[in-house]
């Protein structure tokens, strides 16, 4: 949580390609502390300093890649986070095999160096640049990244600054949450965060052999079914690309979220349906529903939350919105994982599955009514959308004198 309200502040002054540098800096010395440690408490200060770094690109990755990105490619980009975050931890879980933990930690170095050096390479967000009313700068950097075919994104984009720089007041904290722009978008990615976490993505990572064992019952190895779960959620990750490239946002969520909220109902039916003597454990009839569950989280809920975390905020609160958000989040993190062992014990995993199921059909019919479609729109249509305003590009002025504020 230091890091996700720390960002937003950095991100705002300094601008998102220098306050990526504060983002590199904390995990490197995390890492170098576990190269050197020599007790515990080396490792728990690794840690807090790695815990730092992690709060802090939660919010800045979104930003940057919904502001550097063309909205045609916009959610293929976002979701190359799940990606990214999953072939992570199979690169580090490959290398502990391989070496000792202390080389690994010396490996894993080198892409904070690779960050490093890409960092000084990329341009300034042509999206902040004009939040300042630097539109020369914005014009340039916008063009170096999207080239010359996406100018009327660029007019919108300057034009929306324009006006709001010429109406800019100070808000206080509390007249922005009020805003039907920033407590929207706050809610919604609110609910397809909670969907996220009670679809049961995070809780089989860390709790898997348990869930399993308790789902398909005592004589199967766990191990071996988590292991080829982890393998259908990296490949389903990259499949999960060409799935927001191609369809629409709504499409993905809703048909992703329903087919989890299905798997989470015939969990607790076998399992009631077993308990009670109807049946017995057909071990197959698990290991399809926990491979379908996994498949539809990985597959569109874990690469929605990033999509719509990177999109459906007004950039004057965008780095504020997304870190409020993250902060919520993290405290579902907490309360969802910490609670697991004392819901088994006392409702059985059926009753946890069950429990999951009411609330994530609560989400979806919010979701349902409060979230708009994204897919193709520029961040600045998005956010006139939730304003309540339609603009065509025709009533922008052109450039050339939108440079004359600069």
């Given at each position: 949580?230091?890091?996700?309200?720390?960002?937003?502040?950095?991100?705002g002054?300094?601008?998102?390609?220098?306050?990526h540098?504060?983002?590199?800096?904390?995990?490197?010395?995390?890492?170098?502390?576990?190269?050197?440690?020599?007790?515990?408490?080396?490792?728990?200060?690794?840690?807090?300093?790695?815990?730092?770094?992690?709060?802090?690109?939660?919010?800045?990755?979104?930003?940057?890649?919904?502001?550097?990105?063309?909205?045609?490619?916009?959610?293929?980009?976002l979701?190359?986070?799940?990606?990214?975050?999953?072939?992570?931890?199979?690169?580090?879980?490959?290398?502990?095999?391989?070496?000792?933990?202390?080389?690994?930690?010396?490996?894993?170095?080198?892409?904070?160096?690779?960050?490093?050096?890409?960092?000084?390479?990329?341009?300034?967000?042509?999206?902040?640049?004009?939040?300042?009313?630097r539109?020369?700068?914005?014009?340039?950097?916008?063009?170096?990244?999207?080239?010359?075919?996406?100018?009327?994104?660029?007019?919108?984009?300057?034009?929306?600054?324009?006006?709001?720089?010429?109406?800019?007041?100070?808000?206080?904290?509390?007249?922005?949450?009020?805003?039907?722009?920033?407590?929207?978008?706050?809610?919604?990615?609110?609910?397809?965060?909670?969907?996220?976490?009670?679809?049961?993505?995070?809780?089989?990572?860390?709790?898997?052999?348990?869930?399993?064992?308790?789902?398909?019952?005592?004589?199967?190895?766990?191990?071996?079914?988590?292991?080829?779960?982890?393998?259908?959620?990296?490949?389903?990750?990259?499949?999960?690309?060409?799935?927001?490239?191609?369809?629409?946002?709504?499409?993905?969520?809703?048909?992703?979220?329903?087919?989890?909220?299905?798997?989470?109902?015939?969990?607790?039916?076998?399992?009631?349906?077993?308990?009670?003597?109807?049946?017995?454990?057909?071990?197959?009839?698990?290991v399809?529903?926990?491979?379908?569950q996994c498949?539809?989280?990985?597959?569109?809920?874990?690469?929605?939350?990033?999509?719509?975390?990177?999109?459906?905020?007004?950039?004057?609160?965008?780095?504020?919105?997304?870190?409020?958000?993250?902060?919520?989040?993290?405290?579902?993190?907490?309360?969802?994982?910490?609670?697991?062992?004392?819901?088994?014990?006392?409702?059985?995993?059926?009753?946890?599955?069950?429990?999951?199921?009411?609330?994530?059909?609560?989400?979806?019919?919010?979701?349902?009514?409060?979230?708009?479609?994204?897919?193709?729109?520029?961040?600045?249509?998005i956010?006139?959308?939730?304003?309540?305003?339609?603009?065509?590009?025709?009533?922008?002025?052109?450039?050339?004198?939108?440079?004359?504020?600069?």
């Open positions: 949580m230091v890091g996700n309200f720390t960002m937003p502040i950095l991100m002054k300094l601008g998102r390609k220098n306050s540098f504060f983002v590199i800096i904390p995990v490197t010395v995390g890492w170098l502390l576990i190269v050197f440690a020599s007790n515990v408490e080396m490792l728990l200060a690794a840690r807090i300093m790695q815990g730092i770094s992690f709060g802090q690109v939660v919010p800045i990755r979104a930003v940057m890649i919904g502001e550097y990105t063309s909205p045609n490619n916009r959610g293929a980009f979701s190359m986070n799940a990606v990214a975050q999953i072939s992570g931890i199979f690169v580090v879980h490959l290398l502990g095999y391989l070496v000792s933990w202390k080389t690994t930690a010396a490996i894993c170095i080198l892409f904070s160096v690779i960050s490093f050096v890409m960092t000084f390479i990329i341009p300034e967000s042509p999206s902040w640049l004009a939040s300042k009313g539109y020369e700068e914005s014009k340039k950097y916008f063009e170096w990244l999207r080239g010359l075919n996406e100018n009327d994104e660029l007019i919108e984009l300057i034009q929306a600054r324009k006006d709001y720089r010429e109406n800019e007041n100070r808000s206080s904290f509390k007249e922005i949450i009020c805003k039907v722009e920033f407590y929207k978008p706050i809610i919604i990615t609110l609910h397809i965060s909670l969907l996220g976490y009670m679809s049961g993505g995070m809780i089989i990572a860390v709790y898997g052999p348990t869930i399993i064992s308790e789902v398909m019952g005592t004589g199967v190895d766990p191990q071996f079914w988590l292991v080829s779960i982890d393998i259908l959620r990296i490949l389903t990750s990259f499949f999960a690309v060409y799935v927001m490239k191609k369809f629409n946002r709504r499409t993905v969520t809703f048909s992703s979220v329903g087919l989890c909220l299905a798997m989470h109902v015939a969990v607790v039916i076998y399992i009631w349906l077993v308990k009670i003597g109807v049946m017995w454990h057909v071990y197959w009839i698990p399809v529903l926990l491979h379908l498949f539809s989280i990985s597959a569109g809920i874990v690469p929605i939350i990033t999509v719509i975390a990177g999109e459906v905020f007004p950039l004057a609160y965008r780095s504020l919105g997304i870190s409020v958000s993250t902060a919520i989040a993290t405290a579902f993190h907490f309360v969802i994982l910490k609670t697991f062992p004392y819901l088994v014990t006392m409702v059985g995993i059926e009753g946890v599955y069950g429990i999951n199921a009411v609330v994530i059909c609560y989400c979806m019919i919010v979701c349902w009514f409060m979230m708009p479609e994204t897919k193709g729109r520029t961040l600045q249509q956010e006139d959308r939730f304003k309540g305003i339609e603009k065509t590009v025709e009533e922008a002025q052109p450039l050339s004198e939108l440079a004359k504020y600069s």
